[in-house]
């Protein structure tokens, strides 16, 4: 039996966990199926994860109504290969050979579905770059 290469884990990282990095949690596993390991986190969680970011989603076909924002730990960290943060700034733990990436990207909290879209978007064509990087075998 040949070996398999190890699945690679992510982290997305951002204050209230209730948009941003849910939305790109959720891509990562939409596309990429059981072929990454993903997680998401905040520094700061929300109570709830926001509602337009649920909607944008559905839209596109990915239901993440039942998913809550969870606090960020350091075993998390420690877990994953990749870190991605989303405006989370000082507030993320660093450890040594971790890949760390930083995407600035507007903060949905208190807009619209309307203005949730363009971030969804932007947040697809990021994920589907990522997953060419560390799992190209990985449909996306």
Not at 4 to 11: F, I
Request: one cysteine or more; aromatic letters at 4%; hydrophobic letters at 40%.
């Amino acid at each position: 039996m040949p070996d398999t290469p190890r699945q690679p884990s992510v982290l997305f990282v951002c204050v209230h966990n209730a948009g941003r990095s849910q939305m790109a949690a959720a891509f990562l596993t939409h596309l990429a199926g059981d072929r990454v390991q993903v997680r998401s986190a905040g520094s700061a969680p929300a109570g709830t994860v926001n509602p337009a970011v649920v909607e944008a989603l559905a839209e596109v076909g990915i239901d993440i109504s039942a998913e809550v924002p969870k606090v960020l730990t350091t075993e998390a960290v420690q877990a994953s290969d990749v870190v991605i943060t989303m405006g989370c700034g000082d507030s993320c733990p660093v450890f040594p050979g971790k890949r760390y990436l930083d995407w600035r990207l507007p903060d949905p909290a208190g807009q619209g579905v309307d203005a949730v879209r363009p971030i969804r978007d932007e947040i697809e064509e990021r994920v589907r770059t990522l997953i060419t990087e560390i799992a190209p075998t990985a449909r996306a």
